[in-house]
C-alpha cells in the first residue's frame, strides 16, 4: 500500500523560510508524478504545485511561484518544497499527493495523500 | 485558468436519503474529473476519476456522471460515515483546481 509521510512543518515568521519533506513507500517513487496541496484553516483545498517523475517539468500556482520550490530526490524517494518569503497567507496545513497514473507525467487524480504538515506563519 | 464552481456550498440531509452535488467548469474539460471525500482532520480521499469510474474499494453507492463542463456527483442512500466535505478538481489542465467544496451535514 502507497504511503506517504510529511514532516517540516513548524512555525515561521513573515519574511521566512521553511522547507517540506514528503517520503514514499509502498510504490517505485520514480515513476510518478507528485504534487502539494494546501488547506489554509477553515478552507478549500489549493492545488500550488507539482514535479514529474523526473523532475524535468515543475508547475506552481501565481500565488506561490517565484518563492516556492518542488523538488525530488528519487534515491532517497522524497519530495520536497522549499518555502521562502512565507506570508501569512501561506499558513496552511500542506498535504502531498501522488498521481494515480504511472507514467512520470502529471495525467491523472491524486490517488494517495501524506497526513499533512501544520505551516503556520506568524510574528 | 479554468475555474469550478460546486453547488451547493452545504447540504443538509438524513441517512437514506438521495444527494447529488453538481460541478460545473468554466471551460470543457472532457471527463477529466474527479471527486474526493474529505472528514474533519483527515486528508482527501479519491471517490471517483474520470467523472464516473469509481476508485477501487469505494462503495456503490457513490456514482458520478457528466462531461464537458457539468458534472455530478450522487450519493444513493447516504450512510453515517458520508457526512463529510466533497471537493471536485479538474485534471485538464495543469491548473488542476478544486471546487470550493460541499459540506454534507446531518
Known amino acids: 500500500e502507497a504511503q506517504l509521510v510529511e514532516s517540516g512543518g513548524g512555525l515561521v515568521q513573515p519574511g521566512g523560510s521553511l522547507r517540506l519533506s514528503c517520503v514514499a513507500s509502498?510504490?517505485?517513487?520514480?515513476?510518478?508524478?507528485m504534487y502539494w496541496v494546501r488547506q489554509a484553516p477553515g478552507r478549500g483545498l489549493e492545488y500550488i504545485s507539482g514535479?514529474?517523475?523526473?523532475?524535468?517539468?515543475?508547475y506552481y500556482v501565481d500565488s506561490v511561484k517565484g518563492r516556492f520550490t518542488i523538488s525530488r530526490d528519487n534515491s532517497k524517494r522524497t519530495l520536497y518544497l522549499q518555502m521562502d518569503s512565507l506570508r501569512a497567507e501561506d499558513m496552511a496545513i500542506y498535504y502531498c499527493?501522488?498521481?494515480?497514473?504511472?507514467?512520470?507525467?502529471?495525467?491523472?487524480?491524486?490517488?494517495?495523500w501524506g497526513q499533512g504538515a501544520l505551516v503556520t506563519v506568524s510574528s | 485558468d479554468i475555474q469550478m464552481t460546486q453547488s451547493p456550498s452545504t447540504l443538509s440531509a438524513s441517512v437514506g436519503d438521495r444527494i447529488t452535488i453538481t460541478c460545473r467548469a468554466s471551460?470543457?474539460?472532457?471527463?477529466?474529473l474527479a471527486w474526493y471525500q474529505q472528514k474533519p482532520g483527515k486528508a482527501p480521499k479519491l471517490l471517483i476519476y474520470?467523472?464516473?469510474t469509481l476508485e477501487s474499494g469505494v462503495p456503490s453507492r457513490f456514482s458520478g456522471s457528466g462531461s464537458g463542463t457539468e458534472f455530478t456527483l450522487t450519493i444513493s442512500s447516504l450512510q453515517p460515515d458520508d457526512f463529510a466535505t466533497y471537493y471536485c478538481?479538474?485534471?485538464?489542465?495543469?491548473?488542476?483546481?478544486f471546487g470550493q467544496g460541499t459540506k454534507v451535514e446531518i
Open positions: 474520470k467523472a464516473s
Open positions: 499527493a501522488r498521481d494515480r497514473d504511472n507514467n512520470g507525467y502529471y495525467s491523472g487524480p491524486f490517488a494517495y
Open positions: 509502498g510504490f517505485t517513487f520514480g515513476n510518478y508524478a
Open positions: 471551460q470543457s474539460i472532457s471527463s477529466w
Open positions: 514535479i514529474s517523475n523526473n523532475g524535468g517539468n515543475r
Open positions: 478538481q479538474q485534471y485538464n489542465s495543469y491548473s488542476r483546481t
